[in-house]
């Protein structure tokens, strides 16, 4: 099957390669357990032997951590155990010499409960900053609906003193803002821009999809044993969210031209022009079909989905497509909220090693669209088993064992689906060393345990090894940018059907029409 590309308009980020950094697990530069912005500045070599052009970077705000810094309490600091703001001002700087971009994690659907403003909320009722977030009145001595939070139970957190609630599409310490108040929004854009002038290249926007709650906020029929319904219905990707987005762009992004790529789940590919069309909101999304392959409709971790590969060849493709029809791509096979792609897309265990991985990177990195790179994907890294809960940071995880529990699974079965999918998988500190805690730093107790964990794979061996994984990337690398950029990065995108369901193909071609460079 072939579907017509129109030839596309030269811009810097289609060329991007991009190297997304968990700053907590990258190194660890004064020892102290947390990985650190100064350790980021130490391996830009690291990243430059690699030929990456830009780096996400996942939250670094002050922030309690509840969710690794996706809660944040301060938008314009650093938290401290990861460095301050003139480590972020030399990372910008240095990373430029080396001629990479750095694109930053935008967390604006929620702030942490310890954010000034929501602080100012509770504690007075009258002030402004109530109406920055979503409170309701409880109902029948209970929650206003039956929505569930994402990371668990009900999505409403009750205030000590009042029969009112507030609302939290993930985790309660994460109260979500309320998008429907100019004001709330109008701080939300002083403070992009705040950013985008200090010479970041653009922003990775988390969650973006969940800014528009539906107004009526009714319950909903259940769907677990628990009586609660997910808040996707009606939190996700809600009618009304376009003008949102329309103000958000017009009011930031579209000031610096800076580059923007939005986490969209629920976004139905007929709508993908709405978010990445010549007018969309963004200049890339995110699409979560095929990284959620092995679970139903990406849903709870119980709900297993034995797939085949030629399903998720096909999910693949049609998630391509639809990228073709809209705009532009991002092909990624792993993040900081997926487990690893060796031990999640390779089945058979004699091939999750460096063969495995290779065949991987071949098969993503150059479908349609900027190609992302998660540390240590580049290694090979693979899941890390854990044999307790206790030993889970993430607070998905721990959701996700209590509700396989309470949905009758016996707790071996619940720690099997929290070891496959958790987020932890992807947290644990890199490995740089077959060395006393992988080369992470030189001795501190890292942050998230992975002491039993085999550091073979890891980055010393592979630098100077010409068949690692590494090595594999790193030519990848060249021939998109280097060598065959009208093909690799510009061609169009051809799904090959082979009789063999086993074989995932696609061919890339040269659009011969001339390539024209955008207005600047
Ligand atoms: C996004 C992030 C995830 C985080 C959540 C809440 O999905 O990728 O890590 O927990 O949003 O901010």
Not at 340 to 359: C, E, F, H, M, P
Not at 410 to 431: E, G, I, K, L, W
Request: with cysteine; net charge negative.
């Amino acid at each position: 099957m072939q579907i017509q590309q129109d030839a596309q308009a030269v811009e810097w980020w289609k060329e991007a390669v991009v190297y997304q950094i968990y700053p907590k697990s990258f190194y660890d530069s004064n020892n102290d357990g947390t990985g650190d912005i100064r350790g980021i500045i130490e391996k830009l070599p690291y990243l430059h032997e690699l030929g990456i052009s830009m780096i996400w970077l996942s939250p670094f705000y002050q922030s309690p951590m509840a969710d690794n810094g996706y809660d944040i309490s301060d938008y314009f600091a650093v938290n401290a155990d990861l460095g301050e703001m003139r480590d972020i001002d030399e990372l910008i700087t240095r990373a430029k010499n080396y001629g990479i971009h750095i694109m930053i994690d935008l967390v604006v659907n929620h702030t942490s409960d310890e954010h000034p403003w929501f602080r100012e909320a509770v504690n007075n009722p009258q002030s402004p900053y109530r109406n920055y977030y979503i409170f309701k009145a409880g109902k029948n001595g209970g929650a206003p609906n039956n929505w569930r939070s994402l990371f668990g139970g009900s999505a409403w957190q009750k205030l000590p003193d009042e029969d009112n609630y507030y609302l939290h599409v993930f985790h309660q310490k994460q109260p979500d803002l309320n998008w429907e108040n100019p004001a709330l929004r109008e701080d939300i854009y002083a403070m992009v821009n705040w950013w985008l002038a200090k010479g970041i290249a653009g922003f990775r926007i988390d969650a973006i999809t969940f800014i528009k709650k539906d107004r009526d906020f009714s319950s909903c029929p259940a769907d677990g044993s628990d009586g609660l319904v997910s808040i996707k219905v009606k939190s996700r990707n809600r009618p009304g969210i376009e003008t949102f987005l329309h103000e958000l762009k017009a009011k930031t992004f579209d000031r610096f031209r800076c580059v923007t790529v939005g986490e969209a789940p629920g976004v139905p590919f007929d709508q993908y022009a709405n978010y990445i069309g010549a007018e969309g909101y963004f200049n890339m999304i995110f699409d979560f079909h095929a990284a959620d392959i092995d679970v139903e409709n990406g849903s709870e971790w119980f709900r297993r989905h034995n797939w085949t590969v030629d399903e998720f060849r096909r999910t693949l493709f049609a998630s391509q497509q639809a990228f073709v029809r809209a705009g532009w791509g991002t092909t990624f096979i792993e993040n900081h909220d997926q487990p690893r792609a060796l031990s999640k897309l390779i089945k058979d265990v004699r091939y999750q090693n460096a063969t495995g991985a290779k065949a991987l990177a071949a098969m993503y990195f150059f479908m349609f669209g900027t190609p992302f790179i998660y540390q240590g994907q580049e290694l090979g890294m693979a899941n890390f088993c854990r044999q307790d809960i206790s030993e889970f940071d993430d607070v998905s995880s721990i959701d996700n064992y209590h509700r396989s529990l309470a949905e009758g699974f016996t707790a071996p079965q619940a720690m099997h689906f929290v070891n496959q999918r958790s987020r932890d998988n992807a947290r644990t500190p890199f490995h740089w060393a077959d060395t006393l805690n992988a080369g992470f730093n030189t001795g501190a107790t890292p942050w998230l345990a992975f002491s039993s964990a085999d550091y073979t794979v890891n980055a010393a061996s592979q630098l100077n090894d010409a068949n690692s994984v590494f090595s594999f990337y790193k030519k990848m690398i060249r021939l998109r940018n280097k060598c065959w950029p009208e093909t690799l990065i510009y061609g169009e995108f051809i799904p090959l059907d082979y009789p063999d369901e086993n074989i995932i193909a696609y061919e890339k071609k040269a659009v011969p029409t001339v390539l024209f460079r955008s207005p600047t």
